[in-house]
């Protein structure tokens, strides 16, 4: 391909080579700002179930469940097998999907920050009345308000720290979005240990205590810098070239400055960037915009995370047994997080794909084997093969964290082009949450109908995926964020599906 010729993305020459810059205080400080939106996911994810699982709570809102939990529980696997209380963690999601496709166009035209800035309040907003809920409607309009805020936050904070990171080091702080993430789960799991004696509003302080983040996400939002790639592709190239001097450390920015140029002016000149990304052009970036955050909830990840204590209950632990588990479960996603951010910059986002997959695989058939044989319809496990699933589980989590966790965000955030980046971004957010609100209503009922064949359900999906990464993912390592629509020309396979240049 000659250096004149024309792609999507706009950017017509290869400049990698002369990007300059370093790792600044700014950066870092901006990126862990913004990273504080994790926290706000990975929080709900991980107080939902804790707090689902206690009987205060049930009493009030849920009194059938909390009957059937005490009684009726003829099947150890349906002891919490009510699509209401599902929804009381789904409905969430389904509200934040519809919020990132109004998030879309309000992150290009109003910038990265207005976003970062809406989801904190909306978060604040429904913390708050989660906290004081008198009755389920009241419950429900908060999880809705905090389904908004996640919308806003999820399709704002991956765009961001991509734009904001040097391109050597892009994997690494995008990642500070799942680090986030798996601090606020584990954060949630030893917040929900230490409430549940709390009688009997124990809950409410669980749930309350969302707002601690959501104010940091706000307040740091109105202090952090706009990208530079926003500002110019609002107009203000200015301004977005000393921000850019700014945050790389240097005057000579002049090959990076000019792939944003020539990228915004593309992307300004497209617009309806939702009918775009359905061109034969950006194939490859629509099938990863879809498939790599279906694949992510599809590992049966949020299943474990949002109802660990409920699971490990239905499992035949005790409550406070449960509870060590769940916690356990948060600490090791934590610790796995940085192990991929040691390596993906190193090794590639491949290698962290498929071998996370391969783990991934063998700890849910293990499982499964273990709760097939030796779990019952009324028994209990024993100590050893409680042990054994608790193990098995960490591996599987340990798994993900180093790979589909971060990565499933990541490889995203840094393939659109800026023409279709927010659009993009929102499809991969609303898949995710689509699937995600999915997975959160039907789960009870799928471990109630196949046991310890759930396990082996997520097992299949895991193959698929990681197969699918092998044929079609290219290694995004190391390639410029306004460069990377050369990568898909360059693979045996996109390379047949995309138009020739003109």
């Given amino acids: 391909m000659e250096d004149g010729s024309y792609i999507a993305g706009g ?3 290869v400049r990698a080579d002369q990007y300059n810059g370093k790792v600044t205080v700014h950066v870092i400080v901006a990126c862990i700002v913004a990273a504080i939106g ?54 969430l999601y389904i509200s934040g999907l519809v919020a990132t496709l109004v998030a879309s166009p309000v992150t290009r ?20 009345l989660n906290a004081a809920a008198a009755n389920l409607g009241m419950l429900i309009v908060g999880r809705i308000m905090l389904g908004v805020g996640i919308g806003f936050g999820d399709q704002a904070i991956p765009l961001y720290l991509s734009e904001m990171a040097p391109t050597h ?3 690494g702080l995008n990642m500070m979005f799942q680090v986030a993430t798996t601090f606020g789960i584990f954060t949630a799991n030893m917040i929900n240990f230490g409430t549940h004696n709390i009688k009997p509003w124990g809950w409410r302080l669980s749930l309350g205590l969302a707002a601690v983040p959501a104010l940091l996400m706000t307040i740091g939002g109105i202090f952090i810098p706009e990208t530079p790639n926003s500002l110019v592709e609002r107009g203000s190239k200015e301004k977005g070239r000393k921000v850019l001097e700014k945050i790389r450390g240097t005057k000579n920015v002049d090959a990076e400055f000019q792939d944003m140029v020539d990228a915004s002016e593309f992307a300004n000149s497209i617009k309806h960037p939702f009918r775009n990304i359905l061109e034969k052009r950006y194939r490859p970036e629509l099938v990863m915009a879809i498939f790599m955050p279906a694949f992510q909830i599809l590992t049966g990840i949020n299943s474990i995370l949002f109802y660990a204590p ?26 796995s997080t940085f192990i991929s951010i040691a390596t993906v910059d190193r090794l590639g986002r491949r290698p962290l794909l498929i071998s996370g997959g391969i783990q991934m695989i063998i700890c849910q058939v293990i499982v499964a084997i273990i709760l097939g044989v030796k779990f019952g319809e009324n028994q209990e ?32 955030s840094e393939i659109f082009p800026l023409e279709i980046r927010s659009a993009g971004q929102s499809i991969t957010v609303a898949v995710n949450l689509l699937f995600t609100f999915i997975i959160a209503q039907v789960f009870l009922t799928l471990l109630c109908s196949f046991k310890f ?8 999906w895991i193959t698929i995926m990681t197969i699918f990464v092998i044929l079609f993912l290219p290694e995004t390592k190391g390639i410029p964020i306004e460069e990377m629509s050369y990568m898909w020309r360059k693979h045996w396979f996109w390379k ?6 003109t």
């Avoid at 093969?385 to 798994?399: Q, T």
């Fill in 310 to 335: 409920v699971l490990f209950q239905s499992m035949g632990f005790g409550r406070d047994a449960s509870l060590y588990s769940s916690a356990l479960t948060g600490g090791v996603l934590l610790f």
């Fill in 169 to 171: 080091l892009r994997g």
């Fill in 496 to 501: 047949k599906i995309l138009p020739e240049t």
């Fill in 381 to 412: 496990l024993s100590k050893s093969y409680s042990i054994l699933v608790v193990v098995a589980i960490c591996l599987f989590v340990l798994a993900f964290g180093w790979s589909w966790g971060p990565l499933g965000w990541t490889v995203p």
């Fill in 453 to 460: 064949g759930i396990f082996l359900f997520f097992a299949g």
């Fill in 11 to 13: 950017v017509t020459k």
């Fill in 109 to 128: 035209k109003y910038g990265r920050r207005t976003s970062i800035i809406v989801g904190g309040i909306s978060f604040l907003v429904g913390s708050v």
């Fill in 38 to 91: 994790g926290s706000l996911f990975g929080y709900d994810v991980g107080i939902s179930g804790g707090v689902t699982s206690m009987d205060d709570f049930l009493r009030k809102f849920f009194p059938s469940v909390y009957e059937q939990k005490m009684h009726a529980h003829e099947n150890n696997y349906c002891k919490y097998n009510n699509q209401v209380l599902a929804a009381f963690t789904s409905v």
